[in-house]
């Protein structure tokens, strides 16, 4: 059975700084490492992905992978209000293009102005 | 086009009654995926597709639920005799060969 564990939270952040959200998971096959943001009642929004060992940076997000430790994090810098959502980490299998994704239960993030 | 493709939006059927969903995914994409959302942020898998067939269904409770995607029509899901407990919001997703999955905007099915 995959697994993906995640801090519910909520977590409170205050704006302008830097917000951090782990996860992880118990697949050690496991190939692609994604990231998702979602707002209340909306669907969910691709923010990051990564594949490969260390940091991959995008604008104000950065992924992290470990795959060793099978541990991925999510920065996001100079946090916003906007911000405030639900984070999913999500992971895919190595059975190929149709390996569907395995989902936190996400981490409910809170920027406070 | 550009968008995965989900309606309805909003479905409403008695206990017992049948409840279809449809998914058109993004044009060039070969990789279909239905999950559904229950109690805020629990995503449970329910199946896949590759092209038209079916490559994983071990979410599916099979008894009452069933899935086709077939060429030149949009993607559907089928409910028969749906339960208080199928109450979600269903979400479609399209990738290609191990891109990530992007979404749609789901259909919320409420079962009275």
């Known amino acids: 059975q995959k697994e993906v564990e995640q801090n519910s939270g909520p977590l409170s952040v205050p704006e302008g700084a830097i917000a951090s959200l782990n996860c992880t998971y118990s697949?050690?096959?496991?190939?692609?490492f994604f990231w998702y943001r979602q707002y209340s009642g909306k669907s969910p929004e691709l923010i990051m992905f990564?594949?490969?060992?260390g940091d991959k940076e995008d604008g104000r997000f950065t992924a992290q992978l470990n795959k060793a430790s099978q541990y991925v994090s999510l920065l996001i810098r100079d946090s916003q209000p906007s911000d405030s959502a639900t984070y999913l980490c999500?992971?895919?299998?190595?059975?190929?293009?149709?390996?569907?994704?395995?989902f936190g239960k996400g981490t409910h993030l809170i920027i406070q102005p | 086009g550009e968008e995965v493709a989900q309606t309805p939006k909003h479905l409403v059927r008695g206990e017992g009654q049948k409840a279809k969903l449809y998914c058109a995914p993004i044009?060039?994409?070969?990789?279909v995926f239905w999950y559904q959302q229950v109690l805020k942020n629990e995503f449970k898998f329910l199946i896949s597709?590759?092209?038209?067939?079916?490559?994983?269904e071990t979410g599916m409770p099979k008894e009452r639920f069933s899935a086709k995607c077939l060429p030149n029509s949009p993607c559907s899901l089928e409910i028969q005799a749906t339960k208080l407990e199928d109450s979600a919001v269903y979400f479609c997703?399209?990738?290609?060969?191990?891109?990530?999955?992007?979404f749609g905007n789901g259909t919320r099915l409420t079962v009275t």
């Open positions: 997703a399209s990738s290609q060969w191990f891109s990530p999955l992007h």
């Open positions: 697949d050690r096959g496991s190939q692609s």
């Open positions: 990564i594949y490969s060992n």
């Open positions: 999500a992971v895919r299998g190595s059975g190929g293009g149709a390996d569907g994704l395995t």
């Open positions: 044009k060039g994409h070969s990789y």
């Open positions: 597709f590759q092209n038209e067939n079916v490559f994983d």
